[in-house]
């Protein structure tokens, strides 16, 4: 099995910056796309951000010039650094990767981490 755990979440104020670390562990060949979602109280999961193994990446318009994913293959390992967060960036972030194990293709989530953004 495959486990993504989570890490770096916490209180900041706004305009404050935090780093996400998500490391993937357990029975991994490789592993392809890697990202970010946020939840929020009451509203739907979404994309925050997502990065190819090549390293090629994707954001959702709202975090775009604030946050950077990046990834570590050799440590099967991915980042978001966030950057000018605002109230509205308060969520539980959840890393989720795509692992490949023999021929076949795996989505895994981890269990999240909270970002609280507030004064």
């Known amino acids: 099995q495959v486990q993504l755990v989570e890490s770096g979440g916490g209180l900041v104020q706004p305009g404050g910056s935090l780093r996400l670390s998500c490391i993937a562990s357990?029975?991994?060949?490789?592993?392809?796309?890697m990202g970010w979602y946020r939840q929020a109280p009451g509203k739907q999961r979404e994309l925050v951000a997502r990065?190819?193994?090549?390293?090629?990446?994707t954001y959702a318009d709202s975090v775009k010039g604030r946050f950077t994913i990046s990834r570590d293959n050799a440590k099967n390992t991915v980042y978001l650094q966030m950057n000018s967060l605002k109230p509205e960036d308060t969520a539980v972030y959840s890393c989720?990767?795509?692992?490949?194990?023999?021929?076949?293709?795996?989505?895994?989530w981890g269990q999240g981490t909270q970002v609280t953004v507030s004064s």
């Open positions: 357990g029975s991994i060949f490789s592993i392809n796309n």
């Open positions: 990065i190819t193994r090549r390293g090629s990446t």
């Open positions: 989720n990767a795509d692992v490949i194990n023999g021929l076949k293709t795996y989505n895994y």
